[in-house]
């Protein structure tokens, strides 16, 4: 295995790979904060160069193990192999931004085995802990990574809870659960409750999870988490014939994966796979944009919100980001854009209307953003028409379609003769 060790990218510690949570010099244990977020995976890069080149990686099957070298699980007999990865990046070819002649692509993360990206950060996360013989899994959530860790845990033959909130990262606001993201879970056979207390309190109960009967709770391996984020960019590079966009938008709740988006675009320079680094941009609802806040006025580690509004993206409603995307916006030269409900839904029907393509509301985000970012001059008309632009869409509408009726009119009933279909279609 080329993994090494964890890295803090924020005070530079080092940690062994068998470390669990935390910056243990950044963080403070139950609070929190956008500390909380620092670490990421290092690789002995000088003999990964030795071992990979381009021609090698196309040879391989698509998907999550297709880079194995790049990912920190070392016995193949422990890399869950659900069908996760490999996923299409459309151009977008009839939305009015396409026709203007913006060269504008979605990476379609719904088509993923559970719906959403979740598969690759979870797929990879629980291999490694799996491997290092953990005996089930445990997450909090709002679904996505639910449904995740529930399909893998029932592919490896290991119990699974999960912890299922309205919002991802929100406890105490008494939103709802969405009924299809628990049916999908349960379906999978994980056991769920809806807890309650605030995070502090959910996060404690998850450690004892850990200590009382050896699962892991996976988000104290949110560094494994990103490293299968990486994945997403290295299949970006190689659909664009080896080469990086100009900027990439990414709905963004904890950071994580336009983090780990960004660590494989470095990844894939550092091998030599690719010469030139994309821009990275987060998009957030507003009044959950702490990003957008943080970069706007250029706060040193983006501060929590108090308060957030509900919105139609719960999957991407958090007080507060981690500090490793921050820095990814930062090195990137990139920034963060916040979209409303009525952004989200345009984004959403154009995306099914004219391209064919059905995401849930926190995922068409991303065109959201796209089209925010480009209102507010915030991408030049080379990035725009040259070399392309690309958002990521998170996850599939059907993850989320009850909320949704909602916004659109009721079934028009008629009675079943030609005249009145006639008068319908007229
Ligand atoms: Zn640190």
Redesign the pocket.
């Known amino acids: 295995m080329y993994a090494t060790n964890l890295h803090?990218f924020?005070?530079?510690?080092n940690f062994p790979l068998t470390h669990r949570g935390s910056?243990t010099?950044?963080a403070t244990v139950g609070e929190e904060s956008a500390?909380s977020e620092?670490l990421g995976v290092q690789y002995d890069l000088a003999a990964i160069k030795r071992q990979l080149d381009r021609e090698e990686l196309v040879r391989r099957p698509v998907g999550l193990w297709r880079y194995h070298e790049l990912l920190p699980v070392a016995d193949p007999a422990f890399r869950i192999e659900l069908g996760a990865g490999g996923t299409q990046l459309v151009p977008l070819a009839r939305v009015p931004e396409a026709l203007a002649g913006n060269r504008l692509f979605m990476k379609v993360e719904g088509s993923n085995p559970s719906g959403s990206f979740k598969d690759r950060p979870i797929g990879v996360a629980a291999s490694v802990a799996l491997e290092q013989g953990v005996h089930g899994l445990a997450c909090l959530t709002s679904g996505n990574i639910g449904s995740a860790m529930a399909a893998v845990a029932a592919k490896a033959g290991v119990p699974a809870l999960v912890l299922l909130l309205g919002a991802a990262g929100l406890s105490e606001q008494g939103l709802p659960v969405n009924v299809e993201k628990y049916v999908q879970i349960s379906a999978y056979g994980a056991k769920v409750v809806t807890p309650t207390g605030n995070l502090g309190q959910l996060y404690a109960l998850a450690d004892r999870i850990e200590t009382e009967m050896s699962w892991s709770f996976i988000h104290n391996v949110q560094a494994y988490q990103t490293d299968g984020d990486k994945t997403t960019a290295f299949e970006i590079c190689e659909q664009l014939g080896w080469q990086a966009p100009s900027a990439v938008f990414v709905p963004t709740g904890t950071g994580t994966n336009l983090f780990g988006l960004w660590q494989g675009f470095v990844l894939f320079k550092e091998l030599g796979f690719i010469d030139r680094l994309p821009r990275m941009f987060a998009v957030q609802p507003v009044g959950a944009a702490s990003l957008v806040a943080a970069w706007e006025e250029q706060q040193a580690i983006p501060r929590i919100l108090e308060y957030i509004e509900p919105n139609l993206a719960p999957p991407i409603s958090h007080h507060v980001s981690g500090y490793h995307a921050y820095k990814a916006i930062q090195e990137s030269g990139g920034g963060a854009v916040a979209v409303t409900d009525s952004d989200m839904l345009a984004a959403l029907k154009d995306l099914a209307s004219y391209e064919g393509i059905y995401a849930e509301a926190a995922s068409a985000a991303a065109l959201a953003g796209i089209r925010r970012a480009m209102a507010q001059g915030l991408l030049m008309q080379e990035e725009t028409h040259r070399t392309g632009i690309v958002g990521i869409l998170t996850s599939h509408g059907l993850k989320n379609s009850l909320a949704l009726s909602k916004v659109f009119p009721p079934q028009t009933k008629i009675e079943g003769t030609w005249e009145a279909l006639r008068n319908f279609l007229a």
């Open positions: 803090c924020c005070c530079g510690a910056c010099n950044c500390l620092t």
